[in-house]
Protein backbone atom coordinates (compact mmCIF):
# COMPACT_ATOMS: atom_id res chain seq x y z
CA UNK A 1 0.00 0.00 0.00
CA UNK A 2 0.83 3.60 -0.70
CA UNK A 3 1.98 6.07 2.03
CA UNK A 4 -0.51 8.26 2.51
CA UNK A 5 0.85 10.26 5.55
CA UNK A 6 3.75 10.67 7.26
CA UNK A 7 4.74 12.64 10.21
CA UNK A 8 8.51 13.66 10.51
CA UNK A 9 9.75 14.81 14.24
CA UNK A 10 6.33 17.33 14.45
CA UNK A 11 7.40 19.87 17.21
CA UNK A 12 3.66 21.86 18.07
CA UNK A 13 4.29 24.02 21.18
CA UNK A 14 1.63 26.74 22.87
CA UNK A 15 3.33 30.20 23.58
CA UNK A 16 1.65 32.14 26.07
CA UNK A 17 1.74 36.32 25.54
CA UNK A 18 5.29 37.60 24.93
CA UNK A 19 6.53 33.73 25.09
CA UNK A 20 7.55 33.70 28.87
CA UNK A 21 5.97 30.41 28.88
CA UNK A 22 6.08 27.38 26.31
CA UNK A 23 4.18 24.13 26.45
CA UNK A 24 5.62 21.25 24.28
CA UNK A 25 1.92 19.77 23.45
CA UNK A 26 3.61 17.56 20.59
CA UNK A 27 7.51 17.06 20.69
CA UNK A 28 8.98 15.15 18.09
CA UNK A 29 6.16 12.73 17.22
CA UNK A 30 6.63 10.46 14.33
CA UNK A 31 4.34 8.06 12.52
CA UNK A 32 2.99 6.30 8.87
CA UNK A 33 -0.52 5.89 7.73
CA UNK A 34 -1.07 4.05 4.34
CA UNK A 35 -3.77 4.06 2.47
CA UNK A 36 -7.06 2.79 3.62
CA UNK A 37 -5.38 1.88 7.17
CA UNK A 38 -6.29 3.18 10.18
CA UNK A 39 -4.30 4.31 13.29
CA UNK A 40 -5.50 5.06 16.81
CA UNK A 41 -4.16 7.40 18.57
CA UNK A 42 -4.06 6.55 22.79
CA UNK A 43 -3.40 8.51 25.96
CA UNK A 44 -4.85 10.34 28.91
CA UNK A 45 -6.14 13.48 28.18
CA UNK A 46 -3.72 16.49 27.46
CA UNK A 47 -1.29 13.82 26.01
CA UNK A 48 -1.02 15.64 22.63
CA UNK A 49 -3.75 13.61 20.51
CA UNK A 50 -5.63 16.52 20.14
CA UNK A 51 -2.83 18.71 19.07
CA UNK A 52 -1.31 16.61 16.38
CA UNK A 53 -4.34 16.41 14.53
CA UNK A 54 -5.04 20.19 14.52
CA UNK A 55 -1.47 20.20 13.36
CA UNK A 56 -2.12 17.99 10.60
CA UNK A 57 -5.39 20.07 9.29
CA UNK A 58 -4.11 23.35 10.37
CA UNK A 59 -6.42 24.20 12.40
CA UNK A 60 -4.46 25.18 15.18
CA UNK A 61 -5.54 27.89 18.05
CA UNK A 62 -3.56 31.18 17.70
CA UNK A 63 -1.40 30.22 20.47
CA UNK A 64 0.08 27.72 19.27
CA UNK A 65 2.38 26.99 16.41
CA UNK A 66 4.45 24.41 14.33
CA UNK A 67 8.00 24.84 15.39
CA UNK A 68 9.79 21.80 13.53
CA UNK A 69 9.22 18.85 11.84
CA UNK A 70 7.63 17.43 8.69
CA UNK A 71 3.80 16.65 7.36
CA UNK A 72 4.08 15.23 4.51
CA UNK A 73 0.29 14.41 2.96
CA UNK A 74 -0.07 12.17 -0.22
CA UNK A 75 3.47 13.40 -1.38
CA UNK A 76 3.25 17.16 -0.45
CA UNK A 77 4.49 19.33 2.54
CA UNK A 78 1.81 20.28 4.75
CA UNK A 79 3.46 22.78 7.18
CA UNK A 80 4.82 25.42 4.15
CA UNK A 81 1.10 25.53 2.89
CA UNK A 82 -0.64 28.92 3.19
CA UNK A 83 -4.08 29.09 4.99
CA UNK A 84 -5.61 29.74 1.40
CA UNK A 85 -3.67 26.49 0.43
CA UNK A 86 -4.86 24.73 3.69
CA UNK A 87 -8.50 25.45 2.85
CA UNK A 88 -8.69 23.78 -0.03
CA UNK A 89 -7.16 20.67 1.44
CA UNK A 90 -9.59 20.54 4.31
CA UNK A 91 -12.88 19.07 3.10
CA UNK A 92 -11.71 17.77 -0.32
CA UNK A 93 -9.01 15.59 0.72
CA UNK A 94 -8.68 15.41 4.42
CA UNK A 95 -11.74 15.81 7.18
CA UNK A 96 -12.28 15.98 10.48
CA UNK A 97 -14.86 14.50 12.56
CA UNK A 98 -14.90 16.32 16.29
CA UNK A 99 -15.95 14.68 19.31
CA UNK A 100 -19.14 17.46 19.99
CA UNK A 101 -21.30 17.13 16.81
CA UNK A 102 -22.78 20.74 17.65
CA UNK A 103 -19.37 22.27 17.44
CA UNK A 104 -19.50 20.97 14.10
CA UNK A 105 -23.18 21.92 13.09
CA UNK A 106 -24.77 25.00 12.60
CA UNK A 107 -28.30 25.38 14.52
CA UNK A 108 -29.29 28.28 12.14
CA UNK A 109 -28.85 25.72 8.57
CA UNK A 110 -30.46 22.67 7.82
CA UNK A 111 -29.05 19.35 7.80
CA UNK A 112 -29.42 19.51 4.13
CA UNK A 113 -27.05 22.94 3.43
CA UNK A 114 -24.58 21.20 6.04
CA UNK A 115 -24.06 18.25 4.39
CA UNK A 116 -24.66 19.97 0.83
CA UNK A 117 -21.79 22.57 1.26
CA UNK A 118 -18.48 19.92 1.16
CA UNK A 119 -19.83 18.48 -2.05
CA UNK A 120 -21.21 21.88 -3.82
CA UNK A 121 -17.57 23.62 -3.02
CA UNK A 122 -15.04 20.65 -3.40
CA UNK A 123 -17.00 18.33 -5.71
CA UNK A 124 -18.90 20.85 -7.91
CA UNK A 125 -22.40 19.57 -7.35
CA UNK A 126 -25.25 21.81 -8.48
CA UNK A 127 -28.84 21.00 -8.39
CA UNK A 128 -31.10 17.42 -8.50
CA UNK A 129 -28.07 16.00 -8.04
CA UNK A 130 -26.58 17.41 -5.26
CA UNK A 131 -29.88 16.75 -3.56
CA UNK A 132 -29.60 12.97 -4.55
CA UNK A 133 -25.87 12.95 -3.37
CA UNK A 134 -26.98 14.17 0.30
CA UNK A 135 -29.58 12.06 0.40
CA UNK A 136 -27.06 9.07 -0.21
CA UNK A 137 -24.14 10.38 2.05
CA UNK A 138 -27.46 10.74 4.94
CA UNK A 139 -27.93 6.57 3.68
CA UNK A 140 -24.86 6.01 3.71
CA UNK A 141 -24.44 6.78 8.09
CA UNK A 142 -27.70 4.79 8.38
CA UNK A 143 -30.29 8.01 8.78
CA UNK A 144 -34.09 6.80 8.25
CA UNK A 145 -35.90 8.60 5.95
CA UNK A 146 -32.72 10.84 4.64
CA UNK A 147 -35.22 13.15 2.35
CA UNK A 148 -37.43 13.96 4.97
CA UNK A 149 -34.13 14.21 7.82
CA UNK A 150 -32.55 16.66 4.98
CA UNK A 151 -34.80 19.33 5.91
CA UNK A 152 -34.66 19.20 9.69
CA UNK A 153 -32.19 20.91 11.66
CA UNK A 154 -29.57 20.12 14.52
CA UNK A 155 -31.89 20.64 17.14
CA UNK A 156 -34.51 17.96 16.16
CA UNK A 157 -32.00 14.90 16.16
CA UNK A 158 -30.51 13.20 18.37
CA UNK A 159 -27.19 13.12 19.94
CA UNK A 160 -26.20 10.12 17.90
CA UNK A 161 -28.12 10.86 14.60
CA UNK A 162 -26.23 14.48 15.13
CA UNK A 163 -22.93 12.81 14.80
CA UNK A 164 -23.81 10.29 11.92
CA UNK A 165 -24.49 13.78 10.04
CA UNK A 166 -21.19 15.15 11.17
CA UNK A 167 -20.12 11.47 9.63
CA UNK A 168 -21.95 12.47 6.28
CA UNK A 169 -20.32 16.03 5.90
CA UNK A 170 -16.49 14.79 6.25
CA UNK A 171 -17.49 12.33 3.52
CA UNK A 172 -18.93 14.49 1.19
CA UNK A 173 -15.61 16.18 0.15
CA UNK A 174 -14.83 12.96 -0.95
CA UNK A 175 -11.66 12.94 1.34
CA UNK A 176 -8.72 10.21 1.55
CA UNK A 177 -8.46 10.76 4.99
CA UNK A 178 -11.05 11.02 8.19
CA UNK A 179 -9.25 12.25 11.86
CA UNK A 180 -11.64 11.00 14.16
CA UNK A 181 -11.52 12.85 17.10
CA UNK A 182 -13.31 11.14 20.03
CA UNK A 183 -16.21 10.88 18.04
CA UNK A 184 -17.95 8.17 20.42
CA UNK A 185 -17.42 9.80 23.64
CA UNK A 186 -20.78 11.46 24.29
CA UNK A 187 -22.90 8.57 22.84
CA UNK A 188 -24.24 5.82 24.79
CA UNK A 189 -22.73 2.13 24.49
CA UNK A 190 -25.39 1.02 22.06
CA UNK A 191 -25.56 4.11 19.88
CA UNK A 192 -21.65 4.19 20.05
CA UNK A 193 -21.59 0.51 18.45
CA UNK A 194 -23.72 1.10 15.79
CA UNK A 195 -21.45 4.21 15.05
CA UNK A 196 -18.21 2.37 14.81
CA UNK A 197 -19.82 -0.11 12.59
CA UNK A 198 -21.16 2.77 10.57
CA UNK A 199 -17.53 4.15 10.54
CA UNK A 200 -16.23 1.10 9.60
CA UNK A 201 -18.21 0.36 6.68
CA UNK A 202 -17.69 3.92 5.04
CA UNK A 203 -14.12 2.53 4.85
CA UNK A 204 -14.65 -0.32 3.49
CA UNK A 205 -16.72 1.20 0.62
CA UNK A 206 -14.65 4.19 0.11
CA UNK A 207 -10.73 3.23 1.13
CA UNK A 208 -10.44 6.18 3.00
CA UNK A 209 -7.95 6.12 5.77
CA UNK A 210 -9.12 7.06 9.39
CA UNK A 211 -6.91 8.53 12.33
CA UNK A 212 -8.85 7.44 15.38
CA UNK A 213 -7.98 10.13 18.67
CA UNK A 214 -9.54 8.17 21.55
CA UNK A 215 -8.48 6.86 25.26
CA UNK A 216 -11.09 3.56 24.97
CA UNK A 217 -8.58 1.11 24.13
CA UNK A 218 -11.77 -1.60 23.49
CA UNK A 219 -12.71 1.11 20.67
CA UNK A 220 -8.64 0.74 19.09
CA UNK A 221 -9.07 -3.32 19.32
CA UNK A 222 -12.15 -2.82 17.35
CA UNK A 223 -11.15 -0.47 14.93
CA UNK A 224 -7.80 -0.06 14.07
CA UNK A 225 -4.56 -1.54 12.57
CA UNK A 226 -2.18 -0.09 14.58
CA UNK A 227 -1.82 1.90 17.55
CA UNK A 228 0.56 5.29 18.70
CA UNK A 229 0.61 5.22 22.72
CA UNK A 230 0.92 8.95 23.56
CA UNK A 231 2.27 10.47 26.80
CA UNK A 232 3.57 13.67 27.58
CA UNK A 233 3.48 15.47 23.80
CA UNK A 234 5.47 12.37 22.41
CA UNK A 235 4.71 8.41 21.09
CA UNK A 236 6.44 6.35 23.85
CA UNK A 237 5.24 2.98 21.63
CA UNK A 238 4.06 2.09 18.60
CA UNK A 239 2.69 -0.79 16.11
CA UNK A 240 0.53 -3.39 15.06
CA UNK A 241 -2.61 -3.50 17.42
CA UNK A 242 -2.00 -7.10 17.60
CA UNK A 243 1.34 -6.89 18.76
CA UNK A 244 0.73 -4.14 21.66
CA UNK A 245 -2.16 -5.82 22.99
CA UNK A 246 -0.61 -9.15 23.05
CA UNK A 247 3.03 -8.00 24.27
CA UNK A 248 3.23 -4.41 25.23
CA UNK A 249 6.96 -3.32 25.68
CA UNK A 250 6.55 0.34 27.08
CA UNK A 251 5.53 0.39 31.28
CA UNK A 252 3.06 3.42 30.33
CA UNK A 253 1.88 0.41 27.24
CA UNK A 254 1.48 -2.67 30.09
CA UNK A 255 -0.81 0.54 32.55
CA UNK A 256 -3.13 1.22 29.72
CA UNK A 257 -3.84 -2.42 29.13
CA UNK A 258 -3.84 -3.57 32.58
CA UNK A 259 -6.31 -0.88 33.89
CA UNK A 260 -9.36 -2.47 30.75
CA UNK A 261 -11.66 -4.45 32.24
CA UNK A 262 -11.73 -8.17 31.00
CA UNK A 263 -14.63 -9.88 30.42
CA UNK A 264 -15.41 -12.88 32.83
CA UNK A 265 -11.91 -11.86 34.80
CA UNK A 266 -12.41 -11.29 39.03
CA UNK A 267 -9.01 -9.14 39.10
CA UNK A 268 -8.87 -5.85 40.13
CA UNK A 269 -8.38 -3.03 37.64
CA UNK A 270 -4.69 -1.37 37.48
CA UNK A 271 -4.85 2.03 38.46
CA UNK A 272 -1.77 4.13 37.12
CA UNK A 273 -0.92 6.26 40.43
CA UNK A 274 -0.11 10.02 40.54
CA UNK A 275 -1.30 12.42 37.70
CA UNK A 276 0.15 12.91 33.86
CA UNK A 277 2.89 15.85 34.58
CA UNK A 278 2.02 19.39 33.69
CA UNK A 279 4.02 20.07 30.07
CA UNK A 280 5.23 23.52 30.73
CA UNK A 281 7.53 21.56 33.52
CA UNK A 282 8.38 18.48 32.31
CA UNK A 283 10.34 16.10 34.93
CA UNK A 284 13.57 15.36 33.72
CA UNK A 285 14.56 11.99 31.83
CA UNK A 286 11.78 9.73 30.80
CA UNK A 287 8.28 11.88 31.77
CA UNK A 288 7.17 8.73 32.85
CA UNK A 289 9.17 7.70 35.61
CA UNK A 290 7.74 9.51 38.18
CA UNK A 291 4.63 6.86 37.90
CA UNK A 292 6.41 4.00 36.39
CA UNK A 293 6.90 1.13 39.01
CA UNK A 294 10.46 0.05 36.75
CA UNK A 295 11.71 3.21 36.81
CA UNK A 296 15.75 3.68 37.18
CA UNK A 297 18.08 5.81 37.91
CA UNK A 298 19.11 6.23 34.08
CA UNK A 299 14.99 7.24 33.64
CA UNK A 300 15.22 10.00 36.10
CA UNK A 301 18.89 11.47 34.65
CA UNK A 302 18.35 10.65 31.11
CA UNK A 303 16.03 10.76 28.21
CA UNK A 304 14.57 7.47 26.34
CA UNK A 305 15.40 7.26 22.75
CA UNK A 306 13.29 4.81 20.38
CA UNK A 307 14.11 1.44 20.01
CA UNK A 308 13.08 -1.19 17.55
CA UNK A 309 11.23 -3.93 18.88
CA UNK A 310 9.47 -5.76 15.15
CA UNK A 311 8.86 -4.54 11.81
CA UNK A 312 7.43 -1.07 12.07
CA UNK A 313 7.10 -1.55 16.17
CA UNK A 314 8.93 0.92 18.29
CA UNK A 315 8.91 1.72 21.95
CA UNK A 316 10.74 4.66 24.07
CA UNK A 317 11.65 2.75 27.04
CA UNK A 318 15.33 2.29 28.75
CA UNK A 319 13.91 -0.80 29.97
CA UNK A 320 14.47 -2.09 26.59
CA UNK A 321 18.28 -1.12 26.36
CA UNK A 322 18.66 -2.76 29.60
CA UNK A 323 17.02 -6.57 28.59
CA UNK A 324 19.09 -5.89 25.16
CA UNK A 325 22.19 -6.23 27.02
CA UNK A 326 21.25 -8.70 29.44
CA UNK A 327 20.42 -10.93 26.56
CA UNK A 328 23.83 -10.25 24.64
CA UNK A 329 25.27 -11.43 28.16
CA UNK A 330 23.76 -14.34 28.13
CA UNK A 331 23.85 -15.31 24.46
CA UNK A 332 28.30 -14.81 25.12
CA UNK A 333 28.55 -16.39 28.05
Request: glycine share 8%.
Amino acid sequence: MAVLLRVSNLQTYYFSFGGARVVKAVDNVSFMLNEGETIGLVGESGCGKTTTCLSIVGLLPSAARIVGGSIEFAGEELTHKRPREMRRIRGRQIAMILQDPMASLNPLFSIYTQVAEPAYYHQAIRGRPLRQRVQQLLRAVRIPSPAVRMREYPHQMSGGMRQRVVGAIAMAGGPKLIIADEPTTNLDVTIQAQYLEVLKDIQQESGVALIFVTHNLGIVAKMCDKMAVMYAGRIVEQGAVRDLFRSPKHPYTQALLGSMPKLGSKEPLYAIPGHPPNLAQLPSGCAFHPRCAHAMPQCVSQEPVDRRVGANWTARCWLLERQAQEEYVSAIA
